[in-house]
């Protein structure tokens, strides 16, 4: 899909600054809380390339002053501007002081128009070129205003949103099946390992079923992009639920080669022992190996004794949301946001495993789940890489 081409004949287009299609609206307040808003959207509630903002927190307790926003709004991320967040809200509220609130114009383009410029690859190019900072950098408004863009006549518009918002519901629909999906894989989860009764089950520790335990290394990577014929350590991000992102990864410098260690093995359980209290104990079991791939010392590789478990039966018990919820609660940090699991308190967590036989009836059921998954998660990430595509021959 990423590889289809559309024709536009710029000919005619008119070369418009940003400041002629939107402006900076700017209003704060300074309790939130009594506002009479109840949603927040800070940083963390952007998703990258996304063109609508969804995710939101509540104003209560909030005490930090905030920008107010309206629905039709676009909220652009100023702060580490090579994330690429910007968004358009369909919702009233107020949101944090790192974000601009832009507002459409309507003499030059169509409502929802701007939200498409704003992800373009164009004007991250140009924030990222234009942002200041030492610690953490930022864009203003007065330097993107004046950026150029090309732009199409109202009924070209008209036609590129309609594509758009064809591809929107598109998307909108792969992520409640892929929502659905993952509400059925917990039910069963929590049905078939914890409350069918006509099962047995053999209390182990964790320790009296896996024959190896292994770590990888810390090393300075440099900043550039993953390529064929490089290595690369993962990073804590790779492993997120139960999802291996392989791309999430560190370029190591050729000097720094033989302090590796841990490459990903196929069979083994990658096991997050270090995250925030919601990611900690992330898990995946391999069924691939990535020899130019090595593990940080956050991230465990685990082998199992498969003479008594299914290795991906083991993984399919560690990633169930109780069994998530008991990893956690072993967790331990000064710092609220990073928590860690010592792999002393880890081996001796018990865990019940049926037999083999039922291991692999259970495994059959929840393979066929995990395909649901897998097949909504590809069709998701096709669908924003063909957005991203159109979006980018645009301008």
């Known amino acids: 899909m990423t590889k289809q081409v559309l024709y536009f004949n710029k000919e005619k287009w008119k070369s418009i600054p940003l400041g002629k299609l939107a402006y900076e609206f700017s209003e704060r307040i300074n309790d939130p809380e009594k506002s009479g808003f109840t949603r927040f959207v800070g940083l963390e509630h952007f998703i990258s390339g996304d063109l609508k903002i969804i995710k939101y927190a509540s104003t209560k307790g909030l005490v930090s002053a905030a920008k107010i926003f309206k629905s039709g709004d676009i909220l652009f991320a100023?702060?580490?501007?090579?994330?690429?967040?910007?968004?358009?809200?369909?919702?009233?509220?107020?949101?944090?002081?790192?974000?601009?609130?832009?507002?459409?114009?309507?003499?030059?383009?169509?409502?929802?128009?701007?939200?498409?410029?704003?992800?373009?690859?164009?004007?991250?190019?140009?924030?990222?070129?234009?942002?200041?900072?030492?610690?953490?950098?930022?864009?203003?408004?007065?330097?993107?205003?004046?950026?150029?863009?090309?732009?199409?006549?109202?009924?070209?518009?008209?036609?590129?949103?309609?594509?758009?918002?064809?591809?929107?519901i598109s998307l909108t629909l792969s992520h409640q099946i892929l929502e659905k999906a993952i509400i059925l894989k917990d039910s069963f989860t929590q049905q078939t390992l914890f409350k069918d009764e006509s099962v047995e089950r053999k209390k182990y520790k964790i320790g009296d079923i896996i024959s190896n335990v292994v770590a990888g290394t810390s090393i300075n990577c440099e900043k550039h992009k993953f390529e064929e014929g490089d290595k690369g350590i993962l990073k804590t991000s790779s492993i997120t639920g139960d999802t291996f992102v392989y791309e999430e990864v560190k370029v190591v410098n050729p000097?720094?080669?033989?302090?590796?260690?841990?490459?990903?093995?196929?069979?083994?359980?990658?096991?997050?022992?270090?995250?925030?209290k919601q990611l900690v104990g992330s898990s995946k079991y391999m069924d691939k190996s990535?020899?130019?791939?090595?593990?940080?010392?956050?991230?465990?590789?685990?082998?199992?004794?498969?003479?008594?478990?299914?290795?991906?039966f083991l993984w399919f018990y560690l990633s169930s949301k109780k069994v998530r919820e008991d990893i956690a609660s072993l967790s331990n940090g000064t710092?609220?946001?990073?928590?860690?699991?010592?792999?002393?308190?880890?081996?001796?967590?018990?865990?019940f495993i049926p037999s083999k036989a039922q291991q692999k009836i259970y495994l059959k059921e929840f393979e066929s789940i995990e395909e649901i998954i897998y097949d909504s998660q590809v069709k998701i990430k096709r669908i924003k890489a063909l957005r991203k595509a159109i979006i980018n021959q645009v301008f």
Not at 135 to 142: A, F, T
Not at 149 to 160: A, R, T, V
Not at 259 to 273: A, D, H, S, T, Y
Not at 306 to 311: G, N, T, Y
Request: glycine share 4%; proline share 4%.
């Open 78 to 168: 100023r702060r580490n501007t090579y994330l690429k967040r910007a968004s358009q809200v369909d919702f009233s509220g107020v949101c944090s002081g790192d974000a601009f609130v832009l507002r459409e114009k309507d003499e030059y383009i169509v409502p929802g128009f701007f939200s498409l410029i704003v992800n373009s690859d164009l004007i991250w190019k140009f924030a990222n070129s234009n942002s200041e900072g030492t610690m953490s950098k930022r864009v203003k408004w007065r330097d993107l205003e004046g950026l150029n863009f090309l732009i199409p006549s109202i009924p070209e518009q008209k036609g590129i949103m309609a594509l758009i918002n064809a591809l929107e």
């Open 335 to 351: 710092n609220a946001s990073m928590v860690n699991i010592s792999q002393k308190q880890f081996l001796k967590m018990p865990v």
């Open 255 to 276: 000097e720094h080669y033989e302090k590796l260690k841990c490459n990903v093995k196929e069979g083994c359980i990658l096991f997050n022992r270090k995250n925030t």
């Open 290 to 312: 990535y020899e130019n791939i090595y593990l940080p010392d956050l991230i465990w590789s685990i082998k199992v004794d498969d003479k008594v478990v299914i290795p991906k």
